[in-house]
């Protein structure tokens, strides 16, 4: 008898739950952003049940690569400016060197077939990868759902991913 790696089967010979992964995504760093959409859609793909939420500075993954300045003060629009949001704006946590770095290991991934973040974040949507934008800090930046690409769940606070966290089998903070 075989099983899928997101699915099991009881001593009884009944089938388990889905296995669950949920992880949170608070940096906008492409050096972390990366591993952790790849690791969504692979597990996705192995038949998992993924869950991917997002606060802090990884909100600003899920924004829109078009949409410049958000927010509603000067405040939320400034910090909108100093850290621009969208998966073609992603720079590297080290080894940045005023956009070299960056650019050197996406011309890498470009050459080696890597997906880029923004197809592997449509890779996840179609395998079924839910995306929630935290709440609290859609609030802190003055963000709306317009500000955001399509196909985003709604959005959680803290209490409700932790308890999403908590019937998870798999929970990563990357």
């Not at 998966?87 to 996406?106: C, E, N, Q, V």
Request: hydrophobic share 40%; with cysteine.
């Amino acid at each position: 008898m075989t099983t899928e790696v997101g699915s099991s089967v009881s001593p009884g010979g009944g089938a388990k739950a889905q296995k669950r992964m949920s992880m949170v995504c608070w940096s906008s760093d492409l050096d972390r952003v990366w591993p952790q959409l790849i690791l969504a859609t692979t597990a996705a793909a192995s038949g998992l049940e993924v869950n991917l939420f997002f606060t802090f500075w990884g909100l600003r993954v899920l924004q829109r690569n078009d949409k410049r300045v958000t927010g509603t003060n000067w405040k939320q629009m400034g910090e909108s400016i100093m850290d621009r949001g969208g998966t073609d704006h992603l720079k590297l946590s080290k080894l940045h060197m005023g956009g070299a770095g960056t650019a050197m290991i996406r011309s890498l991934a470009n050459e080696y077939k890597v997906a880029s973040p923004t197809e592997l974040i449509e890779m996840a949507k179609d395998l079924g990868v839910k995306f929630y934008p935290c709440q609290m800090t859609m609030e802190l930046y003055g963000l709306s759902k317009d500000d955001f690409i399509d196909g985003l769940e709604a959005p959680l606070g803290a209490a409700s991913f932790i308890e999403m966290a908590c019937e998870s089998d798999i929970t990563m903070f990357i």
